[in-house]
């Protein structure tokens, strides 16, 4: 029995030097024998990705592993050396790779990787687009058509037909909209639904509406726009789903003009409609917002207002990619465009802006773990593409 245990042990150990061929690919880093160089040649700079959860890293000799492939799924490695490498009596290729920031290195089975650059991915959020402003072709995306809800993302509508019917004239800016309201006043005054303050019976104009809803992202001015615009809250909503209709938005569905949920709205008597959500894909998001980019271009110099005084309030734009922000850089020429979070929505962001020779992106990031990150992540693979540039 003993001996058959030893015969079965020595045929395994047989078959792990020669899988994927003569390599012995899986040979353990402790083995009795380090790894013996037969030749080494220098090699163009190519491209290679992970071809498999399998393989690691070593040192040339195979005495240290540097690190699991399988730690970097997503990673591009860069090979510029090609070595045949003996154990025992097996031989096998390797490559010599490094990360982009040259902070993993060493040797690899060449059967563990297959040649190009790893495939782009964001990993957190559920859905995402990158989109062209111009030509409003779809450069990149990640579950695109699925409807999700988007949370204050829905105020873009909100804020393209409030814009649409003050059609730039000051007298429409101007106009003073009364707030009778108990519901809107509650809201306002509500610590997870409110932000912007409103006074019973008191009049804000349509601009000090527009600004809170868009750079404090406050629901109860979103809805106050709404019912400017409109006459009611039901009639706005209403008007939203038309002209998701109108562009030919198939995922689009609103229920709220500020992106609360029902179960957050039918409290201050603002409920409608039998879903909980404001459901949008990621896709129809973009088209959104290329409309309103494109309509009314205006909404990018606001968009970079950091914070500003509203009727004695200060209104923070919580978009953290402008300038003197955590995650702002400089190249991305980010000018927009809108935050968004409920927990049923998770957090969801749409950016936009115009990099040095390329053409205005889009991108839009739904239920997401870190909106900003991914968001420049994806801002840069776009730019990365012909198909972006000027």
């Known amino acids: 029995m003993r001996n058959l245990h030893i015969k079965r042990g020595l045929m395994a150990f047989a078959v792990a030097l020669t899988v994927g061929g003569t390599v012995s690919a899986v040979v353990p880093a402790n083995a009795a024998s380090a790894y013996k160089t037969v030749s080494t040649k220098t090699v163009k700079k190519t491209a290679y990705h992970k071809k498999h959860a399998k393989g690691a890293i070593y040192n040339k000799a195979h005495t240290h592993k540097v690190s699991n492939l399988a730690a970097h799924p997503h990673t591009t490695w860069y090979a510029t050396k090609r070595a045949t490498l003996k154990h025992g009596k097996s031989t096998g290729i390797y490559l010599y790779v490094k990360n982009s920031k040259n902070s993993v290195k060493g040797w690899v089975w060449h059967g563990y990787l297959k040649k190009g650059k790893a495939p782009f991915v964001l990993t957190k959020a559920r859905a995402a687009v990158a989109m062209n402003a111009k030509t409003g072709k779809v450069v990149w995306s990640k ?228 909106e900003f990150t991914e968001t420049k992540s994806l801002m840069d693979h776009a730019y990365r593409l012909s198909s972006m540039n000027n």
């Open 143 to 370: 579950n695109a058509n699925t409807a999700r809800p988007i949370a204050s993302v829905s105020k873009l509508m909100t804020l393209y037909l409030a814009l649409k019917k003050v059609d730039g004239k000051t007298s429409n800016w101007n106009h003073k909209v009364k707030i009778t309201s108990r519901g809107l006043v509650s809201m306002s005054r509500s610590a997870d639904c409110g932000g912007f303050h409103f006074k019973l019976n008191h009049s804000y104009t349509v601009k000090q509406l527009y600004y809170a809803a868009f750079l404090d992202s406050s629901n109860n001015s979103a809805i106050a726009l709404g019912k400017w615009v409109s006459g009611s809250n039901g009639k706005f909503i209403k008007k939203m789903n038309a002209q998701a209709k109108s562009w030919k938005l198939g995922k689009a569905h609103f229920v709220s003009a500020s992106g609360l949920e029902n179960s957050d709205l039918r409290r201050y008597g603002y409920g409608y409609g039998k879903a909980n959500a404001n459901k949008v894909s990621a896709k129809d998001v973009a088209i959104i917002a290329r409309h309103l980019i494109t309509s009314y271009p205006r909404i990018l110099k606001d968009g970079k207002i950091g914070s500003m005084k509203v009727n004695g309030q200060v209104c923070h734009n919580y978009n953290n990619l402008l300038k003197g922000r955590k995650y702002y850089r400089a190249s991305l020429k980010v000018d927009g465009l809108k935050t968004g979070y409920t927990p049923l929505a998770g957090y969801c962001f749409v950016g936009t802006g115009q990099k040095r020779g390329k053409q205005r992106v889009i991108t839009v990031v739904l239920h997401d773990e870190n």
